[in-house]
C-alpha cells in the first residue's frame, strides 16, 4: 500500500500556548517502500505514526493510505480501516500478562475474525525463532522475546503497513540486532510497507530510504 501526505499539520496546546509539531509534511512512500524516520526527540516522530495510524487526526492536509483519504472518515470507519491494514509495533511491548505467547498473538485474529488461529499464531511466532516459547506467559520472556512476540502479533494478520516506533529500544544492542534482523527479513519478504522511526543510524541505513523530520519538516537524507 502507498501512503502520500499532503502539507500534513498538527500542533497541540499546552495551557496558554500552542506548538506546532508538524508543519506541512509532504511526501510520498510507494507499496513496499521500507523507510526510515530519524529525529531529535520531541520533533514529532511518534505524533507522525500515530496520525499515519489514524489514532489521530490531523489539524489541517491530507493522508492518504492506497488513496483512502483518512481525513474524512468517521471513528469508526478509521478503526476498521486500521484493523484490516495497518499494524503498530511500539517500544514497550503491550502484551497481555495472563495470556500465553501464543494466545497474545492469537487475539490479534480472533478480533478480527480470522479462521485458524492457533496453526497462524503459531507459525508467525515460529518464523521469529519462538517456536519453544508459544507457552510462556509474557513475565516468563525476556525483553527481547517479548519484542518478538509483539512483532508476531502485528505480522500475523498480515497488514499492509507497519509501522514501527524504536522497536529495539528497549533491547541491548545485540538482542536488538538480533530482533531487528528477524523484522526486514519478514518485512522483505511480505513486501509489507514499512515505516520504522528510530535513533540508530545503523538501523536507519539498513531502510531503502532515510527521511528526517527537523523543525516540523521532513527531509529526504
Ligand atoms: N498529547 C500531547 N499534548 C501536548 N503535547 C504533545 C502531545 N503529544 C506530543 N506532544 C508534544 O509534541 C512534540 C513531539 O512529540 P513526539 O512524541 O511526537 O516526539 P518524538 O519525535 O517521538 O520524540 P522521542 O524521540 O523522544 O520519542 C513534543 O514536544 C511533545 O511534548
Ligand atoms: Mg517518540
Redesign the pocket.
Known sequence: MSLILKDVRKG???GETE?Q?LRGLNVTIEPGQIVSIV????????????LLAGL?RADQGEILVDNVNLTPLTEHQITSFRAQNIAIVFQQYHLIAHLTAVENVMLALEILKMDRPRERAEKALNELGLGHRLNHFPSQLSGGECQRVAIARALVVEPKILLA??PSGNLDIHTGDKVMDIFFEIVRKHKITTIL?T?SDVLAKKCERILR?EEGRLKEI
Open positions: 497541540f496546546h499546552q506548538i509539531v529525529g531529535q526527540s520531541g520533533s514529532g516522530k511518534s505524533t507522525l505514526l500515530s489521530e516506533d524504536e522511526v535513533h523530520l
